[in-house]
């Protein structure tokens, strides 16, 4: 049966990056070069480059590590380390910011999303808000969206980058040959069982996504899948993407309880 071989990211740090920039609701208009010689001198330049490097270890970071109850970094789905112009892109999030959050019912900023990720992407505790790990992500991502031009989002907390939804209805999604597209497409780097190897994460099990994550609902799950599965060479149509997608989120993955996720933080601070 054909294997698509997939490369995951390095662990050394990539010195430099092309990102595709954007302007909201237009298409892209030129390729910026990011590197460690742009960064701010001083320690705004320290605290960005420390936020980048815990967007690319932020399972086994000292800083973020006890955070973290997945097997997963903020990178598995932030491709290239929330540079990649398509799968769930940095570029231009923070202008967007603050933004209304639906599920939460308030107004949300750049920060409280970062630390919500890690209760739910993440599987893990939200660290302190204001914190060095928090802020050093967030001024990360805000590097990365320089010359954006500002506009929160009255709607959801989603950049102008956003991964955009399946053109199809996800409701007859088709786990059984989602089962055999799994096998063709993502089992070798994620594993028979989904417990993922060196060459990526797991996509289901404990050390997984829990139950309170975006890509745990199909429909988003598939349009991420849509733009960057297999890695390197995103060839799944709308319809093999969603059925991927229900077959992995019919496995079992952890819960989610507010309360268990909320960390350092009272309750009051965050709304289910």
């Known amino acids: 049966m054909k294997r698509m071989v997939c490369r995951y990211l390095p662990a050394t740090i990539i010195a430099a990056v092309a990102l595709t920039t954007m302007a909201v609701g237009e298409s892209p208009q030129e ?15 320290a605290a960005i480059e420390l936020g980048r490097e815990l967007v690319h270890n932020t399972s086994r970071h000292p ?12 990178t598995s789905c932030h491709l290239d380390d929330g540079t990649h112009p398509e799968a769930a ?13 639906p599920r939460e019912g308030r107004v949300i900023t750049l920060e409280d999303r970062v630390l919500n990720c890690f209760m739910r992407s993440e599987n893990g505790v939200r660290p302190p808000n204001g914190g060095e790990a928090s802020v050093a992500i967030s001024a990360y991502i805000t590097w990365l969206s320089e010359g954006a031009p500002i506009k929160m989002n009255p709607n959801r907390p989603l950049g102008p980058n956003a991964v955009k939804p399946l053109q199809i209805d996800p409701q007859p999604a088709d786990p059984t040959r989602g089962a055999d597209l799994y096998e ?16 990526g994460p797991p996509v289901w099990g404990e050390r997984s996504y829990n139950r309170g994550a975006g890509l745990s609902q199909n429909a988003k799950l598939a349009s ?3 733009v960057a599965m297999p890695l390197d060479d995103p060839t799944l149509t709308d319809r093999e993407a969603l059925d991927i997608a229900a077959y992995v989120n019919s496995h079992d993955r952890p819960g989610f309880v507010l309360e268990e996720h909320l960390g350092p933080l009272p309750e009051a601070d965050v709304v289910d």
């Open 89 to 101: 892109t940095f570029v231009g999030v923070a202008a967007a910011y603050p933004a209304w959050s």
């Open 31 to 45: 390729d910026v070069i990011r590197s460690t010689s742009s960064l701010p001198p001083g320690g705004l330049g």
């Open 224 to 226: 991420w899948l849509r």
């Open 63 to 74: 800083l973020t590590a006890a955070y973290v109850g997945a097997a997963l970094n903020c």
């Open 184 to 199: 063709t497409h993502c089992a070798y780097c994620h594993a028979e069982d989904g417990a993922g190897s060196d060459d």
